[in-house]
T-cell receptor, first 111, second 114 residues
Framework: RKEVEQDPGPFNVPEGATVAFNCTYS??????FFWYRQDCRKEPKLLMS???SGNEDGRFTAQLNRASQYISLLIRDSKLSDSATYLC????????????FGRGTQLTVWP | EAGVTQSPTHLIKTRGQQATLRCSPI?????VYWYQQALGLGLQFLLW???????NRGNFPPRFSGRQFPNYSSELNVNALELEDSALYLC?????????????FGPGTRLTVL
């Protein structure tokens, strides 16, 4: 079983739409959670960290359910500039240091 | 504040050659991570260096190696290049204060093996 699983999409939505991405992780010892955004042939950039209480940053809302080992990202009022691949990322902490990446969910927002 | 930098941007090698990739972390960061992103695949963890020591290694053969210098910059070496090594190699850095620190990525080195 993969460490982090995401629906690869693609998601094609019109401007102004609301879109939700889901992600599951397999290791219950995972300690920190993130959503990164990656534009075509570019490096991943941190979009937001994900906290148990849920957190919001403008049009973006992230939720974490530790019991179900499930992470979500909601994008409201989609913009053309939101078109990218969204990566669900988990850090198991301890001595590992490394990040575990999902394969990414591709989003295209059309005018 | 300058971000993570990597050089070169692109590198073209032939099978059997060696490649050296370089990374400079964000100022004040002591941890450097290397990841490989092959076409159509997710990011795969290669190596983690902190305070000059190798802390963790991904599931890659020994011909992938690296080091971290006293100024915290890092080098990734790939020996005996194979066609499958063609990929985007990403370096990330974090403050090293906690193993769950946020990692910030450089622009990557695109390695092509012919």
């Amino acid at each position: 079983r993969k460490e982090v699983e995401q629906d690869p999409g693609p998601f094609n939505v019109p401007e102004g739409a609301t879109v939700a991405f889901n992600c599951t992780y397999s290791n219950s010892a995972s300690q920190s959670f993130f959503w990164y955004r990656q534009d075509c042939r570019k490096e991943p950039k941190l979009l937001m960290s994900v906290y148990s209480s849920g957190n919001e940053d403008g049009r973006f809302t992230a939720q974490l359910n530790r019991a179900s080992q499930y992470i979500s990202l909601l994008i409201r009022d989609s913009k053309l500039s939101d078109s990218a691949t969204y990566l669900c990322v988990v850090n198991r902490g301890s001595t590992l240091g490394r990040l575990y990446f999902g394969r990414g969910t591709q989003l295209t927002v059309w005018p | 504040e300058a971000g993570v930098t990597q050089s070169p941007t692109h590198l073209i090698k032939t099978r059997g050659q060696q490649a050296t990739l370089r990374c400079s972390p964000i100022s004040g960061h002591t941890s450097v991570y290397w990841y490989q992103q092959a076409l159509g695949l997710g990011l795969q963890f290669l190596l983690w260096y902190d305070e000059g020591e190798e802390r963790n290694r991904g599931n890659f053969p020994p011909r992938f190696s690296g080091r971290q210098f006293p100024n915290y910059s890092s080098e990734l070496n790939v020996n005996a290049l194979e066609l499958e090594d063609s990929a985007l190699y990403l370096c990330a850095s974090s403050s090293g204060m906690s193993s769950t620190d946020t990692q910030y990525f450089g622009p990557g080195t695109r390695l092509t093996v012919l």
